[in-house]
């Protein structure tokens, strides 16, 4: 049965399409998706992380979302929360108007269903019964514009804010300075996107009352949008100048616009402000300002002073997802690689690049071994312990059909070049042929004396590659099942099998710690690559075939340059054996699969780790590639069968 998992209920499009954004732009501080600016608003416009690949030790690690115009000024929700607070607290017996006080009486009840409860509507209704006994109440219009902001209705929200700017207000010491409504009426402008209109608004704020420091963090917030990043500065500071250094939103924004400008000790030094502050709502800022720092200790090369800024803002916002996964890029660095996946785990992304869950193998001994995809891309088929193999639609995640080896666990699947042909091997020493349309039997060859742990067609589709326990490698005629060559050369099992594109040369890796390389026209032994600890349990050729990678029960994958024979770099990341490996078609990305229950994607050029996907429950023990690169498949030991979107589609 195939579970759907919609891609977009936990990652929008947009977010997978800049987690490797960032690839082309991995030392631009101001490209999108690796900027250190946050979005519009002050605090995080949502909880979804944003990803970045862990591509070069130079990359500038996000140090907030995305733009996103549709979210609050958190600063601004608190001014106007705070002015409407006071205004209830006056006394209304004191004023001699009976009018105005049966207006803000009413205004009262609108301030309590609009704080208290988060009624917007309730809200509005007592903020109309105000303004019905009072129509020139600047201060009604205020909030009602508020409330229907909130509520969606920003073309109403305009109005009032207009009217307001109109009308004299009840209570203002000031009447000549009275600028609320241009704030409110700019944070609308902002969420509409009309940032000109905005900046409008906060420009006449400012002339009105210069001293009107929320207008100032306003239009800096404007100036960041349009990246005149030293006018942003300029505002800020004056903001901070007014208020004695005690506005903590300023110091986060102007610390985030110094990080994205490289002044790294400007930076730490303003988010280190804000975490100190004593203001009123200090600490609403103080999860951003501690992850924020923890980023620039990050990009400094200082992964233990990142993790601890990591830890305080998860332990002040246990939903900070950006912070876990931040953070286990930060164990990474320092090897805690069993740190690190259980903060991918906390961070949830990788939910948001399942594509389908495939659950039709079962029983006590259900686990699956490995999977395949045909070269059209259009089936897959799992092999099980449960006897079976499925055959899916790799489109819908729709069963096609059960073939059933009758007994033994499947150990392999392979398709034939011309996908019309499936090989399986088991554990009873014996492969079986089957054609794909009908699933009907072709043909059975025996000639193993032990389990046959890996299939592989010759990219001619000529003949058939078996890797056995027995420690021999044979190869087989797929019309006849003849035998036609039979290699020894390895002291222990042969795990994994792989033909070089030119078919001119098949490798093995096996349990003696070596990956050997034969010449398929004769049998002989060309080489024997050395270097890793325990047993090769996986290899792959390149698409080009200049180079194999070999995954082993070290932990460790290793990139081999055929040409000269030599190791070209080692990947390190799993915690448990790299059961499984395939290259992408254009040869850029590793996937493999471990028995640390995870899937790694590595940047074959660089060796690091782009990211890590959780969802087994158990060992993983075969990946593949789709032929056009746009999914992975995964099979394990938790009998489930998933399909993931790549994070660059």
């Not at 030790?57 to 001014?79: E, Q």
């Not at 986060?252 to 009123?280: C, H, M, P």
């Not at 036609?484 to 093995?508: C, E, M, Q, T, V």
Request: aromatic share 12%.
């Amino acid at each position: 049965m195939a579970e759907a998992v919609p891609i977009n209920k936990y990652l929008s499009s947009l977010q997978v399409e800049k987690t490797f954004a960032v690839l082309e732009k991995a030392t631009n501080f101001i490209a999108t998706g690796s900027s250190f600016i946050p979005d519009i608003s002050i605090l995080r416009a949502t909880l979804a992380p944003t990803f970045a690949p862990t591509l070069a030790p130079t990359f500038a690690p996000t140090l907030a979302p995305t733009f996103a115009p549709f979210s609050l000024i958190y600063r601004v929700d608190f001014f106007f929360e705070a002015q409407e607070l006071n205004l209830i607290k006056i006394n209304i017996n004191d004023k001699k108007d009976s009018f105005v006080s049966a207006a803000l009486e009413s205004y009262k009840l609108g301030v309590e269903k609009a704080q208290e409860k988060a009624d917007y509507k309730g809200a509005v209704k007592h903020y109309s019964d105000a303004l019905s006994k009072d129509g020139k109440f600047a201060e009604a219009h205020v909030s009602r514009g508020r409330a229907y902001s909130e509520l969606g209705d920003q073309e109403r929200a305009i109005a009032d804010y207009t009217i307001a700017m109109n009308v004299s207000p009840k209570f203002a010491e000031d009447k000549d300075r009275y600028v609320e409504p241009l704030l409110g009426r700019g944070t609308v402008y902002i969420k509409l996107g009309n940032y000109q209109a905005a900046l409008d608004d906060f420009n006449l704020a400012i002339k009105l009352n210069p001293d009107f420091y929320d207008a100032y963090l306003a239009r800096a917030i404007i100036y960041i949008e349009q990246k005149d990043y030293q006018q942003a500065i300029k505002d800020l500071t004056e903001a901070l100048n007014l208020t004695a250094d005690n506005y903590p939103a300023a110091f986060l924004k102007r610390g985030s616009v110094w990080a994205e400008l490289g002044e790294y000790e400007k930076a730490i030094e303003d988010f280190t402000q804000a975490i100190d502050n004593q203001a009123d709502d200090a600490s609403t800022y103080f999860p951003d300002a501690y992850y924020k720092r923890g980023l620039i200790n990050l990009n400094l090369g200082k992964p233990e002073k990142a993790i601890k800024d990591f830890n305080n803002a998860i332990n002040l916002d246990s939903k900070y997802y950006e912070a876990y996964y931040k953070r286990a890029i930060a164990h990474e660095k320092i090897g805690e690689y069993e740190a690190a996946n259980q903060d991918y785990i906390n961070a949830n992304y990788s939910k948001g690049l399942l594509t389908y869950n495939l659950t039709g193998h079962s029983g006590m001994f259900g686990a699956v071994r490995s999977v395949a995809i045909s070269p059209d891309g259009i089936t897959l088929a799992s092999g099980s312990e449960d006897s079976t193999i499925k055959l899916w639609n790799l489109k819908t995640g729709q069963e096609i059909k059960t073939l059933f080896v009758n007994s033994g666990s499947v150990l392999a699947v392979s398709f034939s070049p011309d996908g019309q042909t499936l090989a399986s091997s088991t554990t009873q020493k014996i492969i079986k042929f089957w054609n794909v349309s009908t699933g009907e039997e072709i043909l059975t060859i025996s000639g193993h004396y032990d389990w046959i742990h890996s299939l592989a067609f010759s990219p001619d589709g000529q003949i058939i590659a078996s890797g056995s326990d027995d420690k021999t490698i044979k190869f087989w005629n797929i019309e006849t099942g003849e035998k036609i060559h039979s290699f020894s050369g390895h002291s222990d099992y042969i795990k994994s099998l792989s033909f070089s594109p030119n078919n001119n040369i098949i490798a093995s890796g096996s349990c003696d710690k070596t990956i050997k390389l034969w010449d398929v026209q004769t049998g002989k032994e060309i080489n024997t690559l050395k270097g890793h600890q325990q047993c090769v349990r996986a290899i792959a050729f390149s698409p080009n075939g200049q180079t194999l990678a070999s995954g082993s029960q070290d932990n460790n994958i290793i990139l081999w340059d055929l040409q000269n024979n030599r190791q070209i770099r080692t990947f390190k990341g799993h915690y448990n054996a790299v059961t499984s490996l395939a290259f992408s078609p254009d040869g850029l990305t590793i996937v493999s699969g471990s028995d640390d229950k995870t899937i790694k994607l590595w940047d074959v050029q660089t060796g690091l780790t782009i990211i890590t996907l959780f969802g087994h429950e158990s060992y993983v023990e075969s990946v593949a590639f789709s032929p056009d690169g746009k999914n992975i498949v995964s099979g394990g030991y938790d009998k489930t069968v998933k399909v993931w979107q790549m994070p660059w589609q």
